[in-house]
């Protein structure tokens, strides 16, 4: 473990604790449930990334709630996932929406699951939904987070932002009262309660369209299956995002192998870099 200055850098050894393994005595509903509000008629293929990226990841069930035709999408390539409204461990909202063109019924149907206060992964296009002091994880990238910012009547370019990610990172938590993982080349996760992770030894083909929705699939499986601990403990969050980083930055590795990637080959990396983690031990 290192700790430079106030950042801890996250290590595979410390992820290890973060992976639910299942137990004999399991079933889809004990190891959690994941409610996925994604995608839009403009961005379906969001909503695809993200149920392959949390399905690999592992978790017991994906319930996944959005438009006709990424729901179509959505099952030609999943069929495992169950549409439709249920009970859920946690929420998955944002991933391919835009907060522009949104329309009232789905702006009702997230803000309705964000109320229900289970610990929530919010991205993208429903960062502008997000309440303070609930158990909530935000992943904006440096443009969404300055216009998150400018809400909160605080102005900085993304240019700002990524030129001292970790220092705007913590003010984001300060500010927001949510968990913030700012995504770049280096991640930084910042909790309310004080707690600064780093994610670091990526590559840069990571680069790519859609492999920031994978990640929401990664954080929204973690939580779904760590869902009591991410109710609780405000650090427990930040540090589940600080492991789906690391995951979402060692299945880009294992998929790249020096060479491109597409997003879909992070989340189809998935299993295969879970299990090296986990040492090869087969269910526990
Ligand atoms: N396959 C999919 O369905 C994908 C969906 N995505 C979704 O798309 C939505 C928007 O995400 P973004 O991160 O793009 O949103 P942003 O609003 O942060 O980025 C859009 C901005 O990027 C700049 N930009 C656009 N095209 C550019 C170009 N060719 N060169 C330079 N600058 C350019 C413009 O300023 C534009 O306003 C999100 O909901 C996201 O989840 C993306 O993840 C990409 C893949
Ligand atoms: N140069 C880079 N090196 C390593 N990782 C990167 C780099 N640029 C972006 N990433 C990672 O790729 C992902 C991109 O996410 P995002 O910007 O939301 O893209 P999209 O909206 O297309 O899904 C993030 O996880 C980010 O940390």
């Not at 994906?62 to 729901?71: K, M, N």
């Not at 502008?128 to 992943?139: C, K, M, S």
């Not at 909790?191 to 990526?202: E, H, K, L, N």
């Not at 299990?275 to 087969?282: D, F, I, R, S």
Request: charged share 15%.
């Amino acid at each position: 473990m290192t700790i430079a200055g106030n950042w801890l850098d996250w290590t595979a050894e410390r992820a290890r604790d973060w992976i639910a393994v299942p137990l004999a005595s399991d079933d889809k509903y004990s190891r959690g449930v994941l409610g996925m509000i994604t995608g839009s008629r403009e961005y379906p293929g969001a909503a695809v990334l993200g149920v392959e990226a949390a399905v690999r990841t592992g978790v017991g069930m994906v319930r996944y709630r959005g438009p006709e035709r990424a729901e179509n999408l959505v099952l030609a390539r999943r069929p495992e996932i169950v549409r439709g409204a249920g009970r859920v461990q946690a929420w998955l909202t944002g991933s391919g929406m835009d907060a522009g063109t949104r329309s009232t019924e789905t702006t009702a149907m997230v803000a309705a699951a964000l109320a229900e206060g289970l610990p929530s992964v919010v991205d993208a296009g429903c960062l502008d939904l997000v309440v303070g002091g609930a158990p909530i994880v935000i992943t904006p990238h440096f443009r969404e987070l300055s216009a998150l910012l400018s809400r909160h009547g605080i102005e900085a370019t993304p240019q700002q932002l990524q030129q001292a990610p970790g220092e705007w990172a913590v003010r984001a938590a300060a500010t927001l009262q949510v968990t913030v993982l700012l995504k770049g080349s280096v991640t930084h996760i910042a909790s309310p309660a004080g707690m600064q992770i780093r994610v670091s030894g990526s590559t840069p083909w990571l680069a790519t369209a859609g492999t920031g929705d994978v990640l929401g699939g990664i954080l929204g499986a973690l939580v779904a299956t760590h869902a009591e601990q991410a109710q609780n403990d405000q650090n427990a969050l930040a540090e589940l995002a600080a492991t789906a980083s690391l995951l979402h930055a060692q299945a880009a590795l294992r998929a790249s192998a020096g060479g491109p990637i597409a997003a879909l080959d992070v989340a189809e990396a998935l299993p295969a870099t879970i299990a090296a983690l986990l040492g090869g031990t087969p269910g526990r």
